[in-house]
């Protein structure tokens, strides 16, 4: 019989969540990769016994521009620390009159807007994998990841919204009027400016990685709410932070009851079939 294979959870933190009291037993470790230095050092530690890693996207002072965010690094930093899984945290505007200001979302596509960022480990440079990866986008997000963050959030009575398509665009800059509503006509439903390519990087990686997003405004299409602001932004997060917190700890506890030895093979072998090599 088969030993179940151990969890460890990277935890990629957002805005409004960046340096989170949320790990037991926390230390800091700085460390390099093929790819320079992740945002931040890594704060390890534990959530509910488990042992979990933390990275802050924009750096602990929310200092990274989101095109600057070496999102290479901190996927393959977190990977190299023995990852299995990755949660992580994004605010984000809402293009769909349903989702208020407030909600959680557990996105499952993506819309992809971004122009300047490295969205693969297989570059080519000395240090890179070998070969080129042609990995597959049909289910970017981890859906038996999603169903933790979906069953943590049912048992703590949020409110939720159980998929969605995210945009991605470059930032720093919000959206204009326009762009807001053509999002909305291609099918989008939340708009942010990092989901892309840490998504695409973690199915690289062969992780379980899987995203929840909570709404700060209706970014600029709504005729009757105000257009998007930092401060209107800054003011969501902080009302919501705790519950995301406590939505990271409970996704911990759920992760930590299952056997993900199957499924973790599974991305594993998915990774390898799409590599072709010299």
């Known amino acids: 019989m088969a030993t179940s294979r151990k969890v460890k959870v990277g935890i990629v933190s957002g805005s409004g969540l960046d340096d989170p009291d949320i790990l037991e037993d926390r230390q800091e470790k700085f460390v390099d990769t093929p790819y320079g230095k992740p945002s931040d050092a890594l704060i390890t530690g534990k959530i509910c016994g488990v042992e979990c890693v933390l990275v802050a996207r924009h750096g602990r002072k929310h200092t990274i521009n989101p095109s600057e965010i ?3 690094a901190n996927i393959w930093a977190l990977k190299q620390e023995g990852c299995t899984h990755i949660l992580a945290t994004t605010a984000c505007g809402s293009l769909r009159e349903e989702i ?4 959680f979302i557990i996105p499952d596509q993506f ?8 969205s693969t480990f ?9 070969g080129v990866c042609h990995i597959t986008m049909h289910t970017p997000f981890c859906p038996h990841t999603r169903q933790v963050f979906k069953d943590a959030i049912k048992q703590l009575g949020y409110t939720v919204h159980q998929s969605g398509t995210v945009i991605t665009i470059e930032g720093p800059r919000f959206s204009s009027r326009a762009e807001s509503n053509l999002f909305r006509c291609w ?11 840490e998504v695409i990087l973690a199915k690289e990686a062969g992780v379980c990685y899987a995203a929840v997003a909570m709404a700060t405004d209706y970014d600029c299409w709504h005729d009757e709410q105000e257009a998007v602001h930092l401060e209107t932004v800054l003011n969501v997060l ?3 932070g705790q519950k995301a917190i406590e939505l990271l700890k409970k996704a911990v506890e759920i992760i930590s009851q299952k056997d993900w030895t199957n499924i973790l093979k599974f991305y594993e072998d998915e ?7 010299p």
Do not use: F, Q, W
């Open 70 to 72: 070496n999102s290479r």
């Open 100 to 103: 208020h200001p407030g909600d």
């Open 111 to 118: 819309l992809d807007r971004t122009t300047k960022r490295a």
């Open 122 to 130: 297989y570059d080519g440079g000395p240090n890179s994998p070998k």
């Open 187 to 197: 099918g989008a439903d939340i708009i942010n400016m990092t989901t892309v390519p």
């Open 238 to 240: 902080k009302e919501n």
């Open 271 to 277: 990774v390898a079939s799409c590599v072709l090599l």
